[in-house]
């Protein structure tokens, strides 16, 4: 499933009219994603417990900057499969 909105506060009730559809799919293309806060990160979340109910995981593609310091602040990250991710950096606020 490929999103294009951002995942924010303003945006998150429009993904979770569509949560259906959304945690249907055991992927998230979030390369035209241009932002996400904590509010977008915990429908991620949302949506990686329904899959893990099915012994499914969720599978992030490309997300934005903001997720990584976002999921370790939070301690999510183990939950998502992030495949092509591998080269980035651990922490996100290392500067």
Do not use: C
Request: aromatic share 8%; glycine share 4%.
């Amino acid at each position: 499933m490929k999103l294009s909105r951002p995942l924010t506060r303003e945006q998150v009730p429009a993904w979770w009219a569509e949560r259906d559809t959304l945690f249907a799919d055991s992927q998230a293309d979030l390369s035209a994603v241009e932002r996400i806060d904590s509010t977008g990160l915990a429908l991620l979340v949302q949506w990686s417990q329904q899959l893990a109910a099915q012994n499914k995981r969720l599978a992030l593609l490309s997300p934005p900057k903001e997720f990584y310091p976002l999921a370790d602040l939070y301690g999510v990250g183990s939950l998502f499969d992030l495949p092509d991710n591998d080269s980035r950096s651990p922490h996100g606020s290392e500067e």
